[in-house]
Antibody, heavy 119, light 110 residues
Framework: EVQLVESGGGLVQPGGSLRLSCVAPESTLTNFWMSWVRQAPGQGLEWVANIKEDGSEKFYADSVQGRFSIYKNNANNTLFLQMNALRLDDTAFYFC????????????WGQGTLVTVSS | SDVLTQPPSVSVAPGQTASITCGGSNLGSKDVHWYQQKTGQAPVLVMFDDDDRPSGTPERFSGSNSGITASLTIARVEAGDEADYYCQVWAGSRDHPRVVFGGGTRLTVL
């Protein structure tokens, strides 16, 4: 398990934008697929998006397709989630998570950052 | 569609065995993974590929997948096992993969 540290959450109005960051240990982003997973307060987990080690493939949940964008800066060991056209139901804790090497599960998680969409 | 169904809650006395189920179609063709999430904390992987334990998961935890139902079983339950537990699979297609989580089960230690 590795340490992942998210930041960037906060209060934003509906229709607004926010960018989340996740700092990972060196070489994590170049060797592993990475995901964002969110959890509305008191609710269950919902996968948001993921990105391949080399950044060549990205996938999104239907609920965020076209509004959110996942990308990364390997030189700075930072994963990002650009969130546009935010809606009330995007309110949640957002976790970055590392996918197991060649596996389809999440073996490391950050502590999460809270995004609140409210007018 | 891929839906994973978990009981909202399971209660068990200390020292007893807890079984948390995860139902879904075609589970036999998928690897099921389990996460433990304690209040105010991030999820932690406790079981992967149906029945493999990551290092750090006590041997009291075991998993199974019958094809229709996957289960996470915790023997000799301790107060520290009280948490929400989520099952997870990958679904969809190669061009449109999706991660599916169950709704979660709150394990209460009486």
């Amino acid at each position: 398990e590795v340490q992942l540290v998210e930041s960037g959450g906060g209060l934003v109005q509906p229709g607004g934008s926010l960018r989340l960051s996740c700092v990972a240990p060196e070489s994590t982003l170049t060797n592993f697929w990475m995901s964002w997973v969110r959890q509305a307060p008191g609710q269950g987990l919902e996968w948001v998006a993921n990105i391949k080690e080399d950044g060549s493939e990205k996938f999104y949940a239907d609920s965020v397709q076209g509004r959110f964008s996942i990308y990364k800066n390997n030189a700075n060991n930072t994963l990002f989630l650009q969130m546009n056209a935010l809606r009330l139901d995007d309110t949640a804790f957002y976790f970055c998570a590392r996918e197991g090497l060649g596996e389809l599960f999440f073996d490391s998680w950050g502590q999460g950052t809270l995004v609140t969409v409210s007018s | 569609s891929d839906v994973l169904t978990q009981p909202p809650s399971v209660s068990v006395a200390p020292g007893q065995t807890a079984s948390i189920t995860c139902g879904g179609s075609n589970l036999g063709s998928k690897d099921v993974h389990w996460y433990q999430q304690k209040t105010g904390q991030a999820p932690v992987l406790v079981m992967f590929d149906d029945d493999d334990r990551p290092s750090g998961t006590p041997e009291r935890f075991s998993g199974s997948n019958s094809g229709i139902t996957a289960s996470l079983t915790i023997a000799r339950v301790e107060a520290g096992d009280e948490a929400d537990y989520y099952c997870q699979v990958w679904a969809g297609s190669r061009d449109h993969p999706r991660v599916v989580f169950g709704g979660g089960t709150r394990l209460t230690v009486l």
